[in-house]
């Protein structure tokens, strides 16, 4: 079938400069006319490649995602795409899209989200560009699509009605194919290959009480095909587990501020052996045992520690990588362990040249975020499986049990972050700049017992492409024994928000179950 091809005049936005994570704003800003289309297009402008090739395009199933995918593949049917991949109704979870992307060799694709940001007409939309190999785009590229959405001055478009995106199978969008698939499947296939299933599947058997909540967002389907449908697991293992469209009114972000009823219910009222949450787009996991919750630099630290349980690293990893933030748990079980510890900028797709490079098999970051060589995402089920089949393999040890014994091994790093939101661009810079300013005196200087023994603007030189990013945050340290972090956001889509990071690492028997802020309190007031 053939469709007309139109060029449609339009005048460039000055606000597509990606985040940390995709470009992000306000689901009205998305809708003006021409705004989504104008990055788009930026983008196919800017990649070379598109001709006759294969796309990825899905989304978390968010208020206005099903518009915007027609819209894409109207704009990719004009580009010449050959073929693009789609979720059945548009839903692709992150990693699955990154594996999607993987498997068919694709040069690209979209994924919508906005992550755990609220949804709905008054909420948050968001647009990333994968690239080929599953990862997203590098700054470069993101640099030069942002440069070209400023000059844009035409977009293009085939002249079609919006196609049925409701049952797996292919349909042609003018002359090119669109397959619409279940990514349940594939996923699932995929985790198959990473992880013991018949260890799990015996563990969920033997009474192990277990919840899964999906929080209206996009991992309810992956969840109850893994969980229910292959592990064996009751259909009431699953939480929130139908996708809304504004993700019933909630907030995605799996956390102890909006999981607090899991919270309660598994951390205060002890009344399950595990439990965990996915955010909007399937990325980010909270991970909680009877009686504690595991964070996030502490689930990363004992998923590489415990690499050898799961099929994927019988024989070990090489290296692994947490973002600069991210506390120096990892650090620590890597020099005992003897794999490389690798320290990157916010942003999962600074783990990917690793990644690629056969450097690192597993990383994560402060943010919910844990993941393998498996996807070029972070993967919030990937990081729930991992905690199962560690659990599988150590018969009657619970999650604290796990902890205590790894705080006994790697002593403890106590962490917290806090978040100053709603400010100005003005207000945040003035804070950075003046720690900016006394960090070059620091070194040397005493706060009660902990002296500065380095301080710094974060910067990073990727060994495998050379390429440099600078600025990524203000670090002063104590030895191992302390260390802050500030550093701006870079994922909000109004005003400025500043992150301040305390860790302090306890290593006597006795210090190592304190309440966190008992020990981080006294740093808290240094900083
Ligand atoms: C995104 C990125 C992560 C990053 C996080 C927090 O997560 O993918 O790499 O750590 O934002 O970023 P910031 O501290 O700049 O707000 P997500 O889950 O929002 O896509």
Same mark, same amino acid.
């Given at each position: 079938?053939?469709?007309?091809?139109?060029?449609?005049?339009?005048? %460039? =936005?000055?606000?597509?400069?990606?985040?940390?994570?995709?470009?992000?704003?306000?689901?009205?800003?998305?809708?003006?006319?021409?705004?989504?289309?104008? =990055?788009?297009?930026?983008?196919?402008?800017?990649?070379?490649?598109?001709?006759?090739?294969?796309?990825?395009?899905?989304?978390?199933?968010?208020?206005?995602? @099903?518009?915007?995918?027609?819209?894409?593949?109207?704009?990719?049917?004009?580009?010449?795409?050959?073929?693009?991949?789609?979720?059945?109704?548009?839903?692709?979870?992150?990693?699955?899209?990154?594996?999607? $992307?993987?498997?068919?060799?694709?040069?690209?694709?979209?994924?919508?989200?906005?992550?755990?940001? +609220?949804?709905? %007409?008054?909420?948050?939309?968001?647009?990333?560009? *994968?690239?080929?190999?599953?990862?997203?785009?590098?700054? *470069?590229?993101?640099?030069?699509?942002? &440069?070209?959405?400023?000059?844009?001055?035409?977009?293009?478009?085939?002249?079609?009605?919006?196609?049925?995106?409701?049952?797996?199978?292919?349909?042609? !969008?003018?002359?090119?194919?669109?397959?619409?698939?279940?990514?349940?499947?594939?996923?699932?296939?995929?985790?198959?290959?990473?992880?013991?299933?018949?260890?799990?599947?015996?563990?969920?058997?033997? #009474?192990?009480?277990?919840?899964?909540?999906?929080?209206?967002?996009?991992?309810?389907?992956?969840?109850?095909?893994?969980?229910?449908?292959?592990?064996?697991? +009751?259909?009431?293992?699953?939480?929130?587990?139908?996708?809304?469209?504004?993700?019933?009114?909630?907030?995605?972000? +799996?956390?102890?501020?909006?999981?607090?009823?899991?919270?309660?219910?598994?951390?205060?009222?002890?009344?399950? @052996?595990?439990?965990?949450? *996915?955010? #909007?787009?399937?990325?980010?996991?909270?991970?909680?045992?009877? #009686?504690?919750?595991?964070? %996030?630099?502490?689930?990363?630290?004992?998923?590489?520690?415990?690499?050898?349980?799961?099929?994927?690293?019988?024989?070990?990893?090489?290296?692994?990588?947490?973002?600069?933030?991210?506390?120096?748990? !990892?650090?620590?079980?890597?020099?005992?362990?003897?794999?490389?510890?690798?320290?990157?900028?916010?942003?999962?797709? =600074?783990?990917?040249?690793?990644?690629?490079?056969? @450097? $690192?098999?597993?990383?994560?970051?402060?943010? =919910? #975020?844990?993941?393998?060589?498996?996807?070029?995402?972070?993967?919030?089920?990937? &990081?729930?499986?991992?905690?199962?089949?560690?659990?599988?393999?150590?018969?009657?040890?619970?999650?604290?049990?796990?902890?205590?014994?790894?705080?006994?091994?790697?002593?403890?790093?106590?962490?917290?972050?806090?978040?100053?939101?709603?400010?100005?661009?003005?207000?945040?810079?003035?804070?950075?700049?003046?720690?900016?300013?006394?960090?070059?005196?620091?070194?040397?200087?005493?706060?009660?017992?902990?002296?500065?023994?380095?301080?710094?603007?974060?910067?990073?030189?990727?060994?495998?492409?050379?390429?440099?990013?600078?600025?990524?945050?203000?670090?002063?340290?104590?030895?191992?024994?302390?260390?802050?972090?500030?550093?701006?956001?870079?994922?909000?889509?109004?005003?400025?928000?500043?992150?301040?990071?305390?860790?302090?690492?306890?290593?006597? +028997?006795?210090?190592?179950?304190? %309440?966190?802020?008992?020990?981080?309190?006294?740093? &808290?007031?240094?900083?």
């Amino acid at each position: 079938m053939h469709a007309a091809v139109r060029s449609i005049t339009t005048t %460039p =936005f000055e606000d597509q400069q990606v985040g940390t994570a995709g470009l992000r704003k306000r689901v009205q800003v998305f809708k003006q006319p021409h705004y989504l289309e104008n =990055f788009v297009q930026s983008v196919f402008d800017t990649h070379p490649g598109f001709e006759g090739s294969t796309l990825v395009v899905g989304g978390d199933g968010r208020y206005h995602n @099903d518009v915007a995918i027609q819209t894409i593949l109207s704009m990719a049917a004009a580009a010449g795409v050959q073929r693009v991949v789609v979720g059945v109704d548009g839903i692709l979870s992150t990693p699955a899209a990154s594996h999607l $992307i993987r498997k068919h060799d694709a040069h690209g694709g979209f994924v919508l989200s906005a992550s755990h940001n +609220p949804a709905g %007409p008054e909420g948050d939309f968001g647009i990333k560009f *994968s690239v080929r190999g599953g990862g997203q785009a590098p700054s *470069s590229l993101t640099d030069a699509i942002y &440069a070209r959405s400023r000059t844009i001055t035409t977009y293009r478009q085939i002249d079609a009605p919006p196609i049925d995106l409701s049952q797996p199978g292919e349909t042609r !969008l003018g002359s090119m194919i669109v397959l619409c698939v279940d990514s349940t499947r594939d996923y699932a296939d995929l985790m198959e290959t990473r992880f013991d299933f018949d260890a799990i599947r015996a563990l969920l058997a033997s #009474g192990f009480e277990f919840a899964f909540d999906a929080m209206h967002a996009v991992t309810g389907p992956y969840a109850r095909e893994l969980f229910v449908n292959r592990l064996g697991a +009751p259909e009431s293992v699953l939480r929130n587990a139908t996708p809304l469209p504004d993700f019933g009114g909630g907030h995605p972000d +799996p956390n102890l501020v909006y999981a607090a009823d899991l919270a309660e219910e598994v951390v205060t009222r002890q009344g399950l @052996d595990f439990a965990a949450a *996915s955010d #909007g787009d399937g990325d980010r996991n909270m991970i909680l045992g009877r #009686g504690l919750s595991v964070s %996030p630099c502490e689930s990363l630290a004992v998923i590489a520690a415990n690499a050898r349980c799961m099929p994927a690293y019988r024989n070990g990893i090489r290296g692994a990588a947490r973002s600069m933030p991210t506390s120096r748990a !990892l650090d620590a079980v890597a020099a005992q362990q003897g794999f490389a510890a690798h320290e990157t900028p916010t942003g999962w797709k =600074f783990f990917c040249n690793l990644l690629d490079a056969g @450097d $690192i098999q597993i990383c994560g970051e402060e943010s =919910f #975020g844990t993941g393998s060589d498996h996807v070029r995402e972070k993967d919030g089920l990937w &990081a729930v499986l991992a905690w199962m089949n560690l659990l599988a393999s150590r018969p009657g040890q619970s999650v604290a049990d796990i902890m205590l014994d790894h705080w006994r091994t790697y002593g403890r790093h106590y962490y917290e972050r806090h978040d100053y939101e709603g400010l100005s661009a003005e207000q945040a810079e003035r804070v950075m700049d003046s720690l900016r300013q006394r960090l070059a005196a620091l070194p040397g200087q005493s706060f009660d017992d902990l002296t500065v023994s380095a301080a710094d603007e974060f910067a990073y030189s990727d060994p495998i492409d050379n390429s440099h990013a600078q600025g990524q945050g203000l670090r002063v340290c104590f030895g191992d024994a302390a260390r802050i972090v500030l550093r701006k956001s870079g994922t909000g889509t109004s005003g400025a928000t500043l992150r301040l990071y305390l860790e302090c690492l306890r290593q006597d +028997p006795w210090e190592l179950r304190l %309440p966190t802020q008992e020990v981080l309190t006294p740093l &808290a007031v240094i900083a």
